[in-house]
């Protein structure tokens, strides 16, 4: 019964079609229709955030997907909210390597650890009750970001001093 599809112009209305939606949309049918501005915005931040966009950019991905969760819970200022740009000189400065573990970070969302590859590239705050502000974030592997969670710096530079003392012992 779906005879619209994204990008079609509404009939009577300046409207552009974004999608279908659950049935509490019921005065339009399910239907999503938005203003020709808010429809390059949506479509802006869908291409971002596309798994497809994800292999192509892996950067700009995961810089868009920080911004969204910024937006929803710290509301950072967007002259200090980080870029792509700003996350490539860190990557630069870091030497493509993990601030914690200091080991190579994979950058390639389609490795065959995927998901959940332990050195798979994060963006971590510092101080967990700020935002992802240029100030107070770092790239971090994915098992140095899960592992500390919301300890503090001081607390997880401790943490990793015994890891490393554990791990010594097993030599």
């Avoid at 955030?49 to 700009?60: A, D």
């Avoid at 980080?82 to 390639?108: A, G, H, P, R, S």
Wanted: a positive charge; proline letters at 4%; aromatic letters at 12%.
């Amino acid at each position: 019964m779906k005879k619209f599809k994204r990008g079609d112009k509404h009939p009577t209305k300046n409207l552009i079609f974004w999608q279908y939606h659950h049935p509490y949309y019921k005065e339009t049918n399910g239907e999503v229709w938005y203003t020709e501005e808010i429809f390059e915005k949506k479509r802006k931040l869908h291409t971002i955030q596309s798994h497809k966009n994800m292999r192509k950019h892996p950067l700009s991905y995961l810089v868009g997907m920080t911004i969204q969760r910024d937006k929803l819970k710290y509301k950072t200022p967007k002259n200090e909210l980080i870029t792509v740009e700003y996350i490539k000189k860190i990557l630069k400065e870091q030497n493509n390597k993990c601030y914690w573990f200091n080991v190579e970070m994979d950058i390639n969302p389609t490795s065959k650890f995927n998901i959940r590859n332990p050195l798979k590239i994060t963006i971590e705050r510092l101080d967990v009750t700020k935002g992802y502000s240029k100030d107070n974030v770092v790239l971090s592997s994915y098992a140095a970001n899960c592992g500390r969670a919301n300890a503090s710096v001081e607390d997880w530079i401790k943490i990793i001093t015994l890891i490393k003392q554990g791990l010594n012992l097993l030599k």
